[in-house]
């Protein structure tokens, strides 16, 4: 019985996500046969042939005269300017040696998506700040029923995609499951087309959903609708959900009751299991990155960069505002960590890394650079890290040495006030004394920023963007990405709305999987403030 694991569009474009390789490998690794498919970077590619490039500016061509004075104007304008400045490099995302730089290459996806959205019901936006993608559609994705309509459009931006870029492979494979990984609300939607469309066309083979979007978004689920088009939901980790549905595959449902995590209909009710016990992440086979390829993700030759991670779950989980992690923290030993990175080196050739941990503990990560420096490999990498009283400027030098090159950290707001609120477990004086460390020991930080948790006034928001811009006149890294407050109701102020001032929330009915609220009544800025805020200091930090 075998597997075809997909990532549907549309996630984060530059890199692979990291669900498909390590779910390949362990099921491979029990001797299941499994193709993994990244349908998302499959539709930039698509979209960045030279046939739907054309086509997409013939399309602009007509719409510059029939749009003018209308909402599209803007965007008709933007993909003008786009077009114009990137000239015959509009058709090199095929070769990316010809792309000049990493800036070149987002205005490139960025023109080339905006092309093949023109004209359509549905619309797809690369997000520069973020480096990721935005989808827009008609209908919510954290609704069961517009999502489900969705899977129906017409006009959409797929239309014609699956159909001719992921059936042919799934039917060619002979695959009797279809896995589609989540990770992100704008993959709902796609995913769910993509299952219409196996319904449809290719009878036999069963559908099972899981990633983080499933396990956030429909652990709550209360209707069946979704089955029409699913055979399960799989909430939390999938390699012993998945290993067992391989397995059994020729119970058929008979077997769901053994699968963990698995919610399926029966007989009109909605069954759910209970999620099974993880596998410590030092027990699991490397990665698989056989779907990896520098030239697919848009990196210059030689210059692949792989994504990873050495620990699952948070070692912290307490921030309000985060949703949390319900599994056990767990990371292997930096010892074992930099055998696997060295073995991976040797299969694929990557010249660098970036580690995506939700919250990697500091003496992992120090172990793991020491370690790194006695093998004698030099690579180029990044990490995603807290701000800690162990980040001196020795700990920095070390992992300077041992390659890396950026921090990702989250600093959240730069007021004591709201930090404790947040539960961040960090103040402004640790703040400043990890900055100033990261920046005597050459190392470059990029923060991630909320704006518009409950109470935040405008004035503390305003003076926390001060002291950040001047640290950077002092010359210390503070590159930072700002997001608007969201409130979520599994987060702990969605839980506890009043202990956070917060009076009134407002959720859209409309919106069944654990939605973010749409308003909140609470003293402070405000939502609209907030947004504001986020464009106004973005595009300050970047001016
Ligand atoms: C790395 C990461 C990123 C990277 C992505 C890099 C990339 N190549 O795509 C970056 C930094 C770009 C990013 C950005 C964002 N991220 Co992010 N990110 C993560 C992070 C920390 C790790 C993801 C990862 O690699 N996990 C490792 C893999 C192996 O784990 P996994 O996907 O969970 O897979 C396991 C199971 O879910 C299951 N499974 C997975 N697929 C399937 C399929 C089937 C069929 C089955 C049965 C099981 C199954 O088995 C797997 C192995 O056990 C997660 C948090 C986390 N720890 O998961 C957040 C997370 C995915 N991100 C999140 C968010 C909100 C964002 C942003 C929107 C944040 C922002 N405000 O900008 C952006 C937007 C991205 C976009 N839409 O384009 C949320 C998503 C929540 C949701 N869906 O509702 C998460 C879960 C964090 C959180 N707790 O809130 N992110
Ligand atoms: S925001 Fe980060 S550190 Fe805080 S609980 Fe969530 S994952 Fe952990």
Known sequence: MSLYLCYPPFGPPTSPYLSLPVLGGYLRSQGHEVRCEDANNRFIRFAGTPEKIREGLE??????????????????????????????????????????????????????LSLVSLGRADRVVFQHAANSLGYLSPGSSYSSRESLEAAYMENSLLEGFFEEHVLPELQESGADLLGLSLAFAEQFQPA???????????????????????????????GGALFDLLDGIVLGEGEESLDLLLRSAEEGPKAYPKIPGLLWREEGKICSNPPGKPKSMGSLPDPDFEIFSEKKYFFPPGGGILPLRFSR???????TFCRGYSLPYDTPSPEFLCSQLLRLRERTHFSGFVLADACILPEVLFGFAEELLRSGVRLL???????SPALTLEKVLLLREAGCTRLFLGLESYNDRILTLMEKGITEELIRKNLTALTWGGMDALLYMIL??????????????????EHRKEGLSATCQFNPFMLFPDSPVGRHPAKYGVTRVIYNPRQDLCAPAEAWDAPGMGIQKARDLAEEFGKRMYA
């Open 192 to 222: 769910l087309r993509l299952a219409r469309l196996v319904r449809e066309n290719l009878q036999g083979v069963r559908i099972f959903l899981g990633g983080p979007f499933a396990t956030y978004h429909l652990r709550t689920l209360q």
């Open 313 to 319: 779950g948070c070692w912290w989980n307490r921030c």
């Open 452 to 469: 518009g948790f409950p109470s935040e006034t405008e004035e503390e928001a305003r003076e926390g963007f001060r002291k950040l811009e």
């Open 59 to 112: 399309k602009l061509a007509l719409l510059e005269t029939s749009a003018e004075g209308s909402p599209l104007s803007p965007w008709v304008g933007r993909t003008r300017e786009l077009v114009e400045a990137l000239g015959p490099r509009l058709f090199s995302l095929g070769s990316p040696e010809k792309i000049a730089s990493p800036v070149e290459r987002n205005a490139l996806l960025e023109g080339v």
């Open 381 to 387: 990498w990044n990490a995603h890290f807290r701000f």
